[in-house]
């Protein structure tokens, strides 16, 4: 019986108890901090998670606090993380290593038997959630009977339908009968389908998952305040009954299948189970439904739905940080202030973000004067667009929007550390042009940072530094980046790392890729849908592309890349079948990734499938894609062997 690959060990979250003394008089309560023992921060940080030995422990503080609560020396016992992280549930670098159904029933029943065992204390029970609480974590927290959650928290959420498996430590019970089941559908399906969403704090607050949203400064003090205040009976917090939810339950379901249908065309098995989960919530005992979480997940546990899934995560996560090709932080110089040269789409984009996240001053220079209006007034309305998103306030917006600068001259930019070349082409004499004359009032060290449809080699070519050119684009989902393309062709180290840098510093992943004109993602991206259209109508792309169920429908992606003149229009074969449409750009896109990493441009076929989970384009249960082209068989008759390694 296989148990785990030799390289998997497993990070042990160790509980750590101590007494607070309540305010007020309140008494003792037991509170268990859950410590990984890693770094907040930096490379070697990595999520507070469970495996066998970190339930075993918690099980072990249990006993103590179980005891200790029958004696009443105790009052309450609360759970709390550290830094920014609550807890994100089963440790997945040993689920890879699970291929036995039988071990996989035993590792989820252990972990809902220490979890459930915060419900059944005899005294108060809380969840303090101080930072992200996803998965397994979120299941912990429910079964305590109060929470407080920190506003500071980024991300609350039941993903385990995006990753191929169901809530089975608890919360395919407890959520409905928390939330009630239209509510339960939210968290359980509807977000995990929509491009894996997660709930912000407020937006779990309103959800019902947490009594209390309270500042992150002081935010154990605040919390342990809060459950003195429940204990002494200042704070009453109510629970509507399971009749208080009977009429919703039919309208719940029929929602609920409505997205399986939509979002999975019945392909993809995780979904459906969860559906049916919920379907049981509705009669069953708790016994019955946890036993039958437990069941359905460790039978997902073993499809290749599941393990495409973990191998997707696990990319999204770790291939950026690990690339063999990856800047070099230490040799990075500092970047306090950024120009924008042009008003390319993309490099208006970028220097968005730039200031959404770094709130460091931009200078940009048009030298038509009307146009560097409209590229100024642009910035300031995607400003806008991220604070109508949630991503920052409009008061931020508004201080975001007072560090940019503009002109017509070159000189604009000259006291900058960094300057986006964002020159939308068609012009490569006046482009060139310019860049020769920013390249004379920059200083030495300023990096250009070339954004745009031309390699970076060809953009250099006519300047008296090209060493100091670094290629990068934008992979985004939907209109937000999911991660960056990063060229680095004949820069130097440290105008390498100096780029790496600054992307590491907006919180996206960084893939470094080999010169190439424009976007890498763009180029997959018109690959497939190119040669979708060799063999289907536009109109009928959708259908076409059901058995994969992309989470953004190809005739939208279509209809945006024709718009950015990046998709020609093609007459179809009228004679292909959907089957064969299908077939036809899998092939596509299985020899091109092949292409792209025999010329050097991709290191190998999984910085295709980061791509492409970053574009949000394509779900984890492809792998990317190349999971899914191998195990196909497509991959084989497309390039006479595996994508790499068969998963």
């Given at each position: 019986?296989?148990?785990?690959?030799?390289?998997?060990?497993?990070?042990?979250?160790?509980?750590?108890?101590?007494?607070?003394?309540?305010?007020?008089?309140?008494?003792?309560?037991?509170?268990?901090?859950?410590?990984?023992?890693?770094?907040?921060?930096?490379?070697a940080?990595?999520?507070?998670?469970?495996?066998?030995?970190?339930?075993?422990?918690?099980?072990?503080?249990?006993?103590?606090?179980?005891?200790?609560?029958?004696?009443?020396?105790?009052?309450?016992v609360?759970?709390?993380?550290?830094?920014?992280?609550?807890?994100?549930?089963?440790?997945?670098?040993?689920?890879?290593?699970?291929?036995?159904?039988?071990?996989?029933?035993?590792?989820?029943?252990?972990?809902?038997?220490?979890?459930?065992?915060?419900?059944?204390?005899?005294?108060?029970?809380?969840?303090?959630?101080?930072?992200?609480?996803?998965?397994?974590?979120?299941?912990?927290?429910?079964?305590c009977?109060?929470?407080?959650?920190?506003?500071?928290?980024?991300?609350?959420?039941?993903?385990e339908?995006?990753?191929?498996?169901?809530?089975?430590?608890?919360?395919?019970?407890?959520?409905?009968?928390?939330?009630?089941?239209?509510k339960?559908?939210?968290?359980m399906?509807?977000?995990?389908?929509?491009?894996?969403?997660?709930?912000?704090?407020?937006?779990?607050?309103?959800?019902?998952?947490?009594?209390?949203?309270?500042?992150?400064?002081?935010?154990?003090?605040?919390?342990?305040?809060?459950?003195?205040?429940?204990?002494?009976?200042?704070?009453?917090?109510?629970?509507?009954?399971?009749?208080?939810?009977?009429?919703?339950?039919?309208?719940?379901?029929?929602?609920?299948?409505?997205?399986?249908?939509?979002?999975?065309?019945?392909?993809?098995?995780?979904?459906?189970?969860?559906?049916?989960?919920?379907?049981?919530?509705?009669?069953?005992?708790?016994?019955?439904?946890?036993?039958?979480?437990?069941?359905?997940?460790?039978?997902?546990?073993?499809?290749?739905?599941?393990?495409?899934?973990?191998?997707?995560?696990?990319?999204?996560?770790?291939?950026?940080?690990?690339?063999?090709?990856?800047?070099?932080?230490?040799?990075?110089?500092?970047?306090?202030?950024?120009?924008?040269?042009?008003?390319?789409?993309?490099?208006?984009?970028?220097?968005?973000?730039?200031?959404?996240?770094?709130?460091?001053?931009?200078?940009?220079?048009?030298?038509?004067?009307?146009?560097?209006?409209?590229a100024?007034?642009?910035?300031?309305?995607?400003?806008?667009?991220?604070?109508?998103?949630?991503?920052?306030?409009?008061?931020?917006?508004?201080?975001?929007?007072?560090?940019?600068?503009?002109?017509?001259?070159?000189?604009?930019?000259?006291?900058?550390?960094?300057?986006?070349?964002?020159?939308?082409?068609?012009?490569?004499?006046?482009?060139?042009?310019?860049?020769?004359?920013?390249?004379?009032?920059?200083?030495?060290?300023?990096?250009?940072?070339?954004?745009?449809?031309?390699?970076?080699?060809?953009?250099?070519?006519?300047l008296?530094?090209?060493?100091?050119?670094?290629?990068?684009?934008?992979?985004?989902?939907?209109?937000?980046?999911?991660?960056?393309?990063?060229?680095?062709?004949?820069?130097t180290?440290?105008?390498?790392?100096?780029?790496?840098?600054?992307?590491?510093?907006?919180?996206?992943?960084?893939?470094?890729?080999?010169?190439?004109?424009?976007?890498?993602?763009?180029?997959?991206?018109?690959?497939?849908?190119?040669?979708?259209?060799d063999?289907?109508?536009?109109?009928?792309?959708?259908?076409?592309?059901?058995?994969?169920?992309?989470?953004?429908?190809?005739?939208?992606?279509?209809?945006?890349?024709?718009?950015?003149?990046?998709?020609?229009?093609?007459?179809?074969?009228?004679?292909?079948?959907?089957?064969?449409?299908?077939?036809?750009?899998?092939?596509?896109?299985?020899?091109?990734?092949?292409a792209?990493?025999?010329?050097?441009t991709l290191?190998?076929?999984?910085?295709?499938?980061?791509?492409?989970?970053?574009?949000?384009?394509?779900?984890?249960?492809?792998?990317?894609?190349?999971?899914?082209?191998?195990?196909?068989?497509?991959?084989?008759?497309?390039t006479?062997?595996?994508?790499?390694?068969?998963?």
């Amino acid at each position: 019986m296989t148990t785990q690959r030799p390289e998997a060990r497993e990070t042990v979250t160790t509980p750590r108890p101590r007494d607070v003394q309540l305010p007020d008089g309140a008494g003792t309560l037991f509170l268990i901090t859950l410590d990984n023992g890693l770094p907040p921060l930096g490379p070697a940080m990595r999520p507070t998670t469970f495996g066998p030995e970190g339930l075993d422990l918690l099980d072990a503080v249990l006993d103590e606090a179980a005891a200790r609560a029958r004696t009443g020396d105790i009052a309450a016992v609360a759970v709390t993380g550290t830094a920014f992280m609550f807890s994100t549930g089963a440790d997945l670098a040993l689920a890879a290593g699970v291929t036995d159904r039988e071990e996989a029933v035993r590792t989820l029943r252990r972990g809902h038997q220490v979890f459930r065992r915060l419900g059944d204390l005899p005294v108060p029970s809380f969840a303090f959630l101080n930072g992200v609480t996803i998965g397994g974590g979120l299941e912990l927290a429910l079964h305590c009977g109060y929470r407080t959650l920190s506003r500071g928290a980024p991300a609350v959420a039941l993903p385990e339908c995006s990753l191929g498996l169901v809530p089975a430590w608890g919360g395919a019970w407890l959520a409905p009968r928390l939330l009630g089941p239209d509510k339960a559908v939210t968290l359980m399906l509807e977000h995990p389908l929509s491009a894996r969403r997660m709930l912000s704090a407020t937006e779990a607050h309103t959800l019902g998952l947490a009594d209390v949203l309270l500042e992150p400064s002081r935010f154990l003090d605040r919390s342990l305040a809060w459950a003195a205040g429940v204990l002494r009976g200042q704070h009453t917090v109510t629970r509507p009954a399971p009749e208080a939810f009977a009429d919703q339950w039919d309208d719940a379901l029929a929602r609920a299948a409505g997205l399986v249908e939509t979002h999975t065309h019945g392909v993809v098995p995780a979904p459906r189970r969860a559906l049916e989960l919920l379907e049981l919530t509705r009669t069953a005992t708790r016994d019955e439904v946890l036993t039958a979480a437990e069941e359905a997940a460790a039978d997902l546990f073993v499809t290749p739905e599941f393990r495409s899934s973990l191998y997707a995560f696990q990319l999204t996560q770790k291939h950026a940080e690990t690339h063999p090709a990856r800047p070099d932080p230490r040799l990075a110089r500092p970047v306090r202030s950024v120009g924008l040269i042009g008003d390319g789409e993309h490099g208006l984009r970028l220097a968005a973000l730039l200031l959404e996240k770094l709130r460091v001053p931009v200078a940009v220079c048009v030298p038509d004067p009307v146009a560097c209006d409209v590229a100024t007034g642009e910035l300031r309305r995607l400003l806008d667009e991220a604070a109508a998103s949630g991503r920052i306030s409009a008061a931020d917006a508004q201080r975001c929007a007072e560090r940019i600068s503009g002109g017509t001259a070159v000189d604009v930019v000259a006291d900058t550390d960094a300057v986006v070349a964002a020159l939308p082409g068609g012009r490569p004499g006046e482009d060139d042009a310019v860049l020769r004359q920013a390249e004379g009032v920059v200083s030495e060290d300023c990096v250009l940072l070339a954004v745009g449809s031309r390699t970076v080699a060809d953009l250099a070519a006519g300047l008296k530094h090209p060493s100091r050119v670094v290629g990068l684009s934008l992979i985004t989902a939907s209109s937000v980046p999911g991660a960056v393309e990063l060229t680095r062709a004949g820069a130097t180290d440290a105008a390498y790392a100096t780029a790496g840098a600054l992307v590491a510093r907006l919180g996206l992943p960084c893939l470094p890729v080999g010169d190439h004109p424009g976007s890498v993602a763009d180029r997959l991206r018109t690959t497939f849908l190119g040669a979708l259209l060799d063999r289907a109508r536009e109109e009928d792309l959708d259908t076409v592309c059901a058995p994969l169920a992309l989470p953004t429908p190809p005739s939208v992606l279509c209809r945006r890349l024709r718009r950015a003149g990046s998709l020609a229009h093609a007459a179809p074969s009228p004679a292909a079948t959907a089957r064969d449409a299908l077939d036809h750009a899998l092939t596509a896109l299985a020899r091109d990734i092949g292409a792209l990493v025999a010329e050097g441009t991709l290191t190998g076929p999984a910085d295709a499938d980061l791509m492409l989970l970053a574009s949000g384009e394509w779900p984890l249960h492809l792998g990317g894609i190349t999971p899914y082209l191998n195990r196909s068989g497509i991959a084989v008759r497309s390039t006479g062997g595996d994508l790499g390694e068969r998963r």
